[in-house]
């Protein structure tokens, strides 16, 4: 009894938190707060065969002459959807279309950030800051100045009569020998208001540019950090050098070997230097989307990208420093809205293959296990409730999209969280059969069922990973719901059907075999077995009832002799040599 209500208590606690986190995340997402809850809703969104979306069209940028080779249409392809779909279950497709096209569809309307973060380059870069106007309000760890802004003002053009060669050569990357007379003119001249033509120069060159709101401009030293010696990149809510949150975003990144060693070797320098020149601006497509000052050296690999982000931008630049820049430049040939490839009539008409299942599934237990078949109902619905719980977190959180695909597996369940009841159920009869009491044939019926159940589901749950993992598109979409399900089903046999079969064994109906429990030992064919023994079931009204006859069915090798020998005539003449001898 303890064991059975630790258990249901269990399943109790799981249920109201699942419940709790999306319920409360729903409630700060309805008022507007920005935070992790955001997208919140009790209803999972659908993908695209079913509520239609956005189609875009990506042209590649080229210079008179370039060719599109497949390899870089395939890589862009990857990239992208690496950026919009990192979790694989968004239902979102990106294909190529001709020689230079890519055709990016994604359920329901995209934002400005989904958008930005399938065309940008991001490439990063981190250069010394060698003179700037503006004071740096950040430390590198610590919060930066980090926005976006669109250029329209006339570019400026260097004056070709000054010196644009270096008097000394610079022997760091901070060294103000890079400032040469015509670099200083174009800084004094530059609008950060044009068009970033001038915001270009090789990695080993100084470059005069803007930050991304378009308010501070700088003069930068070489490159002395890649972006692409990130490890990783993520999103978060920035820290201070205590460890407490600041309640703003940040990008999280990590650096390999070679980065780490850079990074700590550039940090050491800048500590030394007075202001700007203790500055390293992080550069993203040449802006600088930060600029902090130098407080201690970052020896460990791991810095912070701080600023005026959301939780949107933020996550769409992890995005793009994470998955790497696009091997061309695109630009947006036509953006469209498409319809429902399936819609909702479809939607309709598997719920209802799957009511039609699932009422089969409950007349057969009706009739296989009678009053018995409640727990079956109980365990479906505990089952339902669980599912759904998770995918609505799972359509917030990580983006996750119902398509036709999940709708299958999800009643492709049925059958499975169906075939486990019927594995204990037969188990706990079989036991029955053998002569067991009912509380007894529960605990050893359940020893021998759970392995059963576990094995099949361990090749369920293997085939759903080995799909997600191989598969793209909508299969990901069935994988993932084969796995949840796969994994729901275990959680209700072991915290709800094997504790329910616990308790009402322990009541008068279930415990004295009612003829409608569907657990009555005598219709069952129970026999006892005796030491060196065997007794059929009791015969009825001249004839042997249909448990006798199942109950020889399951007779032993050893058993059918011992009654073959009962029940063989005797030879008169044997008998009488025995008496003689």
């Given at each position: ?68 080779s497949s390899q870089q249409l395939d890589q862009a392809v990857t990239i992208i959807r690496q950026r919009i779909d990192s979790a694989g279950v968004s239902e979102s497709e990106i294909t190529k279309q001709g020689t230079q096209n890519i055709v990016v569809s994604i359920p329901g309307r995209p934002d400005n950030a989904t958008l930005e973060r399938i065309e940008a380059s991001a490439k990063l870069s981190f250069r010394p800051v060698l003179f700037t106007g503006a004071a740096s309000t950040a430390a590198v760890g610590g919060e930066g100045d980090g ?230 109902v109980l365990s479906l619905v505990i089952a339902a409730v669980l599912t759904y719980l998770v995918i609505a977190i799972l359509s917030w959180r990580e983006g996750y999209r119902l398509s036709l695909a999940g709708v299958t597996g999800l009643i492709v369940a049925i059958g499975i969280t169906a075939d486990s009841f019927i594995v204990y159920f037969e188990r706990i009869r079989d036991e029955l059969r053998d002569g067991r009491i009912l509380e007894n044939a529960v605990e050893s019926g359940w020893k021998r069922a759970i392995r059963t159940i576990v ?127």
């Amino acid at each position: 009894m303890k064991k059975a209500i630790r258990s249901l208590t269990w399943l109790l606690v799981i249920i109201a938190g699942l419940t709790a986190l999306n319920g409360t995340a729903t409630l700060l997402n309805d008022s507007g707060r920005e935070g992790w809850w955001n997208g919140a809703s009790w209803v999972p969104e659908l993908a695209l065969d079913l509520q239609g979306g956005t189609q875009i069209t990506l042209a590649a940028q080229l210079q008179s002459g370039e060719t599109v080779s497949s390899q870089q249409l395939d890589q862009a392809v990857t990239i992208i959807r690496q950026r919009i779909d990192s979790a694989g279950v968004s239902e979102s497709e990106i294909t190529k279309q001709g020689t230079q096209n890519i055709v990016v569809s994604i359920p329901g309307r995209p934002d400005n950030a989904t958008l930005e973060r399938i065309e940008a380059s991001a490439k990063l870069s981190f250069r010394p800051v060698l003179f700037t106007g503006a004071a740096s309000t950040a430390a590198v760890g610590g919060e930066g100045d980090g926005a976006t802004a669109s250029p329209s003002a006339t570019p400026y053009t260097p004056n070709p009569d000054l010196e644009s060669t270096p008097t000394t050569s610079p022997t760091n990357g901070s060294d103000l020998a890079y400032i040469t007379p015509q670099l200083a003119d174009v800084y004094e001249n530059y609008d950060c208001a044009a068009d970033n033509d001038l915001a270009t120069a090789p990695d080993d060159e100084p470059l005069v540019t803007c930050s991304t709101d378009g308010t501070s401009k700088y003069i930068l030293g070489p490159v002395e950090v890649q972006g692409s010696d990130i490890s990783d990149a993520t999103n978060g809510l920035a820290t201070d050098s205590q460890g407490n949150s600041t309640n703003t975003w940040a990008v999280n990144l990590e650096f390999n070997g070679q980065g780490s060693d850079q990074f700590a070797e550039v940090t050491s320098r800048l500590v030394s230097l007075q202001a700007p020149q203790n500055q390293f601006a992080v550069t993203l497509d040449n802006q600088v989307i930060t600029a902090p000052s130098a407080n201690a050296a970052i020896t460990d690999g791991r810095a912070q990208i701080t600023g005026q982000f959301t939780q949107d931008s933020s996550k769409s630049l992890a995005d793009q420093l994470k998955f790497g820049a696009l091997p061309l430049s695109f630009s947006v040939q036509s953006n469209e809205t498409i319809t429902a490839t399936l819609g909702q009539t479809q939607l309709v008409s598997g719920l209802i293959a799957g009511l039609i299942g699932l009422i089969l599934v409950v007349v057969y237990s009706l009739i296989q296990y009678r009053a018995l078949a409640f727990v079956t109902v109980l365990s479906l619905v505990i089952a339902a409730v669980l599912t759904y719980l998770v995918i609505a977190i799972l359509s917030w959180r990580e983006g996750y999209r119902l398509s036709l695909a999940g709708v299958t597996g999800l009643i492709v369940a049925i059958g499975i969280t169906a075939d486990s009841f019927i594995v204990y159920f037969e188990r706990i009869r079989d036991e029955l059969r053998d002569g067991r009491i009912l509380e007894n044939a529960v605990e050893s019926g359940w020893k021998r069922a759970i392995r059963t159940i576990v094995a099949s589901d361990t090749v369920n749950f293997l085939a759903a990973i080995t799909l997600f993992i191989l598969a793209v598109g909508n299969v990901k979409g069935f994988a993932l719901t084969l796995g949840i399900t796969t994994v729901i089903d275990l959680i209700v046999v072991s915290l709800f059907t094997h504790p329910m079969l616990q308790l009402i064994a322990r009541t008068r109906f279930f415990g004295e075999g009612h003829s409608f429990s569907g657990l009555n030992p005598k219709a069952l064919g129970a026999v006892y077995r005796g030491r060196a023994q065997f007794r059929e079931p009791v015969v009825a009204s001249g004839r042997k009832r249909a448990g006798g006859r199942e109950a020889v069915i399951r007779q032993t090798i050893a058993e059918r002799k011992a009654a073959e020998k009962n029940t063989r005539p005797v030879d008169e003449s044997t008998r009488d040599e025995g008496k003689n001898s």
